[in-house]
């Protein structure tokens, strides 16, 4: 790896006297830097301040911001005099900096993934029409704005990307199309509602708009005639860039070797339960049957939404009844479909207001639905994933007590990088640890069923740790990686795919087993420390409370000292 971060001074809390102190005003700056290069992200936070702009990832841009963080981290390191919770919110910052170093510098993404130029801006259009933070017209005036833009993010994009790996070209194909139909559909007809008959607006988005459509079809083909043609890139990033973005993203330092062994043996454990478990529902067939029967009780292509949103209150009530955590209150998402530009391999997610939105607080929970051009036997794989003990887990992981309920808590993170900031092996990892843990306090009674469904969700997990870490450090292909899915984790041969796939463009997607792991070990050693008080539903607030930080961190906050965390 070709180290940039070591030419810095390393980050110390300590100095000598007479340095900057002003944490806090040093922390506004950067998140204000952060949100400028970020707008749409922005936007999300609840920060309408920049809602009228698109990111720049334009090479001169990316080496202005690339600058300008290498200028933070330097002063960064001359603060002193840190109170408690300054110096874990300086820790944060330091590592989101370096991660940000890593990837530009070293890893590249701006020069070898073509998703994030066609993905960026459906997302950016699609959060100012979804949420009602301020009146329509001016919303139509932002959107049009960002729409302009549009045509320069798809130009950067031919000018900075090459030889990428073939498997992010494929994807990024799709993203493209599926946003086509986006700008010419939902933009249109939303736009079309806010201008309200207003002919100068509708003419200044009618040529912003299909400008954008322009440009993505202009992407749709060039992405399929020429960068398709020359994607002869590696996906894999390699043990030393593996290693330095779980430290720096995740702050976990553990030796891969060990990190691999401890993936393989969860994945064996859960392997062998899931075997067991499909005994008891019948020792007549082999486990893939089992789980293919069960798989048969999913809902048809139309029922997929309303099937999903049945699941809401009934799991919440389990939640007040046997006491698992209390909610602030008694908010539920909207259940819709995945946005096309954002079906680049999930199959359900979690999409909330940020901690700084006091006005259009709507949550959305995406299911994303079979896709138009696909093969009746391709749309039934699909739809089988989400046969019913399965949509009950997925609920559970997106809404309660997952992500949605760590959002309900998000007025109550302590400060501004904790509402900002989210480590994904403790977003992830809490969700993929109330997966269990809801059936460990009894949801669902013991039934079987739900049983290997949580079981399945673990291994599709615990196959993706595994299949990281050899993908990006060991040379694993994505086809070897599909048939590790399928033969342990008991994929569809489809879905097999796309998640080996998304591995080769999201190389530490380990985080959702290593998460739950750190957390089951901080439970525990929290429970030793609190004795004869200890509350499972104190835990979970106090583990939600602090925001998404770093598992580490929140060891010392509950705690008082790191310890070891897996």
């Known amino acids: 790896m070709r180290r940039v971060v070591p030419l810095l001074p390393l980050l110390v809390f300590a100095g000598s006297c007479g340095q900057d102190t002003r944490f ?12 400028i290069a970020n707008p749409s992200m922005a936007t999300g936070a609840g920060v309408h301040d920049y809602d009228g702009m698109l990111e720049d990832y334009s090479a001169a841009a990316i080496r202005r911001r690339q600058v300008e963080i290498v200028s933070l981290l330097a002063r960064l390191q001359k603060m002193t005099g840190l ?7 300086g820790e944060i910052i330091r590592a989101a ?8 510098q070293d890893i590249k993404s701006w020069k070898r993934n073509p998703m994030m130029y066609v993905g960026t801006p459906g997302n950016a259009i699609d959060a100012l029409m979804k949420r009602d933070f301020a009146p329509k017209r001016k919303r139509f005036e932002l959107l049009t704005s960002r729409l302009q833009e549009i045509p320069k993010m798809i130009a950067a994009m031919k000018a900075n990307v090459e030889n990428p790996p073939k498997e992010f070209t494929d994807l990024a194909i799709r993203m493209a199309s599926g946003s086509i139909e986006f700008y010419k559909e939902t933009v249109a007809a939303w736009a079309a509602d806010a201008a309200g008959g207003d002919k100068a607006l509708l003419e200044w988005f009618g040529k912003a708009n299909r400008e954008a459509i322009g440009a993505m079809e202009d992407a749709e083909k060039w992405l399929k005639a020429d960068l398709l043609t020359r994607s002869k890139g590696s996906y894999a990033i390699g043990a030393s860039l593996f290693a330095s973005k779980l430290k720096y993203e995740e ?4 030796p891969l070797d060990r990190l691999l062994a401890i993936g393989e043996a969860n994945l064996e454990k859960d392997y062998r339960a899931f075997l ?8 007549k067939k082999t486990p893939a049957q089992v789980m293919a029967a069960i798989a048969n009780d999913h809902p048809a292509e139309a029922e997929l939404i309303p099937a999903t949103r049945q699941t809401l209150t009934r799991i919440r009530q389990f939640l007040r009844d046997r006491m698992i955590m209390e909610l602030p209150n008694d908010r539920l998402p909207k259940v819709v479909e995945t946005p096309p ?6 199959f359900a997610s979690m999409d909330t207001p940020g901690a700084y939105e006091n006005t259009a607080t709507e949550a959305f929970y995406y299911v994303t639905p079979p896709e138009r051009d696909w093969t009746a036997k391709h749309k039934e794989e699909h739809l089988r994933l989400y046969n019913r003990p399965v949509m009950d887990i997925i609920t559970i992981h997106e809404v309660f007590p997952g992500h949605f309920t760590q959002f309900l808590f998000a007025n109550q993170f302590p400060t501004k990088t904790r509402k900002l900031y989210a480590c994904s092996s403790n977003a992830e990892g809490w969700a993929h640890y109330t997966e269990q843990m809801m059936l460990e306090e009894g949801f669902a009674n013991g039934d079987a069923k739900l049983k290997l469904a949580q079981l399945s969700e673990a291994l599709l997990r615990d196959c993706r740790y595994v299949a990281g870490i050899k993908m990006h450090t060991q040379g694993m292909t994505v086809e070897e990686a599909a048939k590790l899915f399928v033969d342990r984790g008991f994929q569809e041969p489809a879905n097999a795919y796309e998640e080996a796939r998304r591995g080769a463009y999201n190389p530490t997607y380990l985080y959702y087993t290593l998460g739950k792991l750190q957390v089951y070990k901080l439970r525990e050693d929290y429970k030793q420390q609190k004795g004869q008080e200890f509350s499972l539903a104190r835990f979970h607030s106090d583990f939600v409370k602090q925001g998404a930080i770093p598992i580490k961190l929140i060891r010392r906050i509950l705690l008082g000292a790191d310890g070891q965390t897996l």
Not at 341 to 346: D, Q
């Open 341 to 346: 530009y954002a079906r680049s391999g999930s």
């Open 24 to 35: 806090r005003d040093f922390e506004e700056e950067f998140w204000r830097k952060w949100f």
């Open 83 to 89: 109170a408690p919770d300054e110096m874990i919110d």
């Open 276 to 283: 067991e478990t499909a005994r008891q529902i019948d020792p």
């Open 251 to 254: 702050m976990v330092e553990t």
């Open 97 to 104: 900096i370096r991660s940000e170093i890593l990837d530009a």
